[in-house]
C-alpha cells in the first residue's frame, strides 16, 4: 500500500511541477511578445521604488562578483529572462550561458545582447532532461527560484552544474518582507499561479549546505516597500541608502521586514 501512495504522491508533485512550468513558460511567452524590450523598462523604471530596487540589485550582483567569484570563465546564468543582469555577468566572465524556460524572452535577450561571448539555451532547470555539467565555475540566478516548486533539487542541480571550488548565487523574493506578509494575511496571492512558493533565507541556506556548498553567506538584495506613503521618491531614497549600509552585511532576523529579495552565495566544496 505504502508503495502505491509513494507513487501517486510523486505523480502528483510531477504533474504539479509541469503544470506551473507549462503556466510559467506561456505567460512570459505572451507577456515578452505583446511588450518586447518595454517589458524592462515596466518592470523596473516605471515608479520609484522600481527604479530604487534595479539600482540596488545591481550594487547587489556588482558585490557578488568582487567579493566571492572574482571573474570566473565560465557562468551559467539561469532564468536570465530578457538579460535583465546578464550585461553585469559578462563584464565580470569571459563566457556566459543563458538559461530560460521562455524562448520569447531568449528572443529578446539575444537581440540585447548578441552573440559575444553569451551562448543561449531553452530549457527548465528541473526538466527530466537537463543534466549538470559540472563545468561551470560560476552559477548566478536572480528572481527565477520563486517559479520553482523543488526549490532543494534545484539547489543541487546547480551544484552539479559547477565545477570543484564554483561558486553560486541566487537571489529570490522574501516571504518575510512586509508587503509579501501583509498580502498573505489578506488572502491575496499571485493571480497567475507561476511563483509557487517564496522560501526564507534560512530554510535556503540549509538546502545550499546539503548540497555541499560551503561559505554560505546572505544579504538583503534590494529593500523597499511598494505600499502608500512609501511609494515616494524620498522613501526609495532612504531605502537605497539603507541599501548602501546594508549590502554585504550578514542578513539578520529584524532585516526581514524591509527586504524585498535577499541573495545567498555559497562555494562548492
Known amino acids: 500500500m505504502s508503495t502505491y501512495v509513494c507513487f501517486f504522491?510523486?505523480?502528483?508533485?510531477?504533474?504539479?511541477?509541469?503544470?506551473?512550468?507549462?503556466?510559467?513558460?506561456?505567460?512570459?511567452d505572451r507577456l515578452m511578445s505583446e511588450r518586447g524590450e518595454k517589458y524592462l523598462a515596466d518592470r523596473w523604471q516605471s515608479e520609484p521604488v522600481k527604479r530604487s530596487h534595479?539600482?540596488?540589485?545591481?550594487?547587489?550582483?556588482?558585490?557578488?562578483?568582487?567579493?566571492v567569484a572574482g571573474r570566473p570563465r565560465r557562468l551559467l546564468e539561469i532564468g536570465c529572462g530578457?538579460?535583465?543582469?546578464?550585461?553585469?555577468?559578462?563584464?565580470n566572465a569571459d563566457e556566459v550561458t543563458l538559461l530560460d524556460i521562455s524562448e520569447e524572452m531568449l528572443r529578446i535577450a539575444r537581440s540585447r545582447l548578441g552573440d559575444n561571448g553569451f551562448s543561449y539555451v531553452c530549457s527548465d532547470l528541473l526538466a527530466?532532461?537537463?543534466?549538470?555539467?559540472?563545468?561551470?565555475?560560476?552559477v548566478f540566478s536572480a528572481r527565477a527560484l520563486e517559479y520553482m516548486r523543488d526549490k532543494r533539487e534545484a539547489i543541487r542541480r546547480i551544484a552539479g552544474f559547477l565545477c570543484s571550488g564554483g561558486v553560486a548565487a541566487v537571489i529570490t523574493k522574501n516571504p518575510a518582507w512586509g508587503d509579501k506578509v501583509a498580502d498573505t494575511l489578506a488572502g491575496r496571492m499571485d493571480e497567475d499561479r507561476i511563483q509557487t512558493d517564496w522560501i526564507g533565507w534560512e530554510q535556503l541556506a540549509e538546502y545550499f549546505r546539503d548540497a555541499g556548498?560551503?561559505?554560505?553567506?546572505?544579504?538583503?538584495?534590494?529593500?523597499?516597500?511598494?505600499?502608500?506613503?512609501?511609494?515616494?521618491?524620498?522613501?526609495?531614497?532612504?531605502?537605497?541608502?539603507?541599501?548602501?549600509?546594508?549590502n554585504g552585511r550578514p542578513m539578520r532576523i529584524g532585516w526581514d521586514a524591509p527586504t524585498e529579495s535577499y541573495i545567498i552565495t555559497g562555494k562548492l566544496a
Open 9 to 28: 504522491e510523486f505523480s502528483l508533485l510531477r504533474h504539479m511541477v509541469e503544470d506551473i512550468n507549462t503556466r510559467t513558460r506561456q505567460y512570459y
Open 128 to 138: 527530466d532532461g537537463v543534466k549538470p555539467t559540472g563545468d561551470y565555475h560560476a
Open 82 to 91: 530578457p538579460g535583465t543582469w546578464s550585461k553585469i555577468c559578462r563584464a
Open 213 to 246: 556548498f560551503k561559505d554560505v553567506a546572505v544579504w538583503p538584495a534590494a529593500i523597499g516597500s511598494y505600499r502608500g506613503l512609501h511609494r515616494t521618491r524620498i522613501s526609495a531614497a532612504w531605502a537605497n541608502l539603507r541599501h548602501t549600509l546594508m
Open 54 to 67: 534595479y539600482a540596488q540589485t545591481r550594487r547587489t550582483i556588482e558585490t557578488f562578483f568582487s567579493r
